[in-house]
């Protein structure tokens, strides 16, 4: 079974800032990586898959990088309504496992 | 447009079996290259994956709880459900049904790209 590692665990940042959070995982993945934004009391939300393709509905301020086993999720010009958890997941085979996630918050 | 609504018990016994529904609206979950799956999230921790079914009946499922778990359908009512048996507290969470999507110009990546809002399942005496 593939696991997902995320970090930092929690970010501390300001409206307008660029952040990055990184999702390693324990074996070669290529491309088969998806990112996801949680609001508390909220189902996950689709941002990214297959590491960089941007969910239809979803700000350019978002972008996803990587391959193998280190990717990145990276948010442009912090919004307020960015601040949430985000979790990585491997879709490259069952089981999928998710990432612990990271919590954004407001500096 | 398609939407997924979980249903079920809000408590559950110890040793009893958690039962739970999705609803599927708009949209066939017989039609199409979809997986149908459930994940769930203790309260303050993260997402863990529970299984998936395709609409053809095949099934994966977490080595974790593969022993209690089995998913699967009704196409007359277009639902899915999810039967985990032999739960203890540690089954206590929220529980999201999701559809699996996937897209790719020579293979297949897969996501999650559809989710039910959620439904809170205690396990208590």
């Known amino acids: 079974d593939t696991q997902m590692t995320q970090s930092p665990s929690s970010l501390s940042a300001s409206v307008g800032d660029r952040v990055a959070i990184t999702c390693r995982a324990s074996?070669?993945?290529?491309?088969?990586l998806n990112w996801y934004q949680q609001k508390p009391g909220k189902a996950p939300k689709l941002l990214i898959y297959?590491?960089?393709s941007l969910q239809s509905g979803v700000p350019s301020r978002f972008s996803g990088s990587g391959s193998g086993t280190d990717f990145t999720l990276t948010i442009n010009s912090l919004q307020p309504e960015d601040f949430a958890t985000y979790y990585c997941q491997q879709s490259y085979s069952p089981p999928r496992s998710f990432g612990q996630g990271t919590k954004l918050e407001i500096k | 447009q398609v939407q997924l609504q979980e249903s079920g018990p809000g408590l559950v016994k110890p040793s009893q079996t958690l039962s739970l529904t999705c609803n599927v609206s708009g949209g066939s979950i017989s039609r199409g290259s979809y997986y149908w799956s459930w994940v769930r999230q203790p309260a303050g921790k993260g997402l863990e994956w529970i299984g998936r079914?395709?609409?053809?009946?095949?099934?994966n499922y977490n080595p974790s709880l593969k022993s209690r778990v089995t998913i699967s359908e009704d196409t007359s009512k277009n639902q899915f459900s999810l039967n985990l048996r032999s739960v203890t507290a540690a089954d206590t969470a929220v529980y999201f049904c999701a559809r699996e999507s996937n897209w790719g110009p020579r293979v297949d990546y897969w996501y999650l790209d559809l989710w039910g809002r959620g439904t809170l399942v205690t396990v208590s005496s």
């Open positions: 074996q070669n993945i290529g491309r088969y």
């Open positions: 297959a590491a960089s």
């Open positions: 079914m395709y609409s053809s009946g095949s099934t």
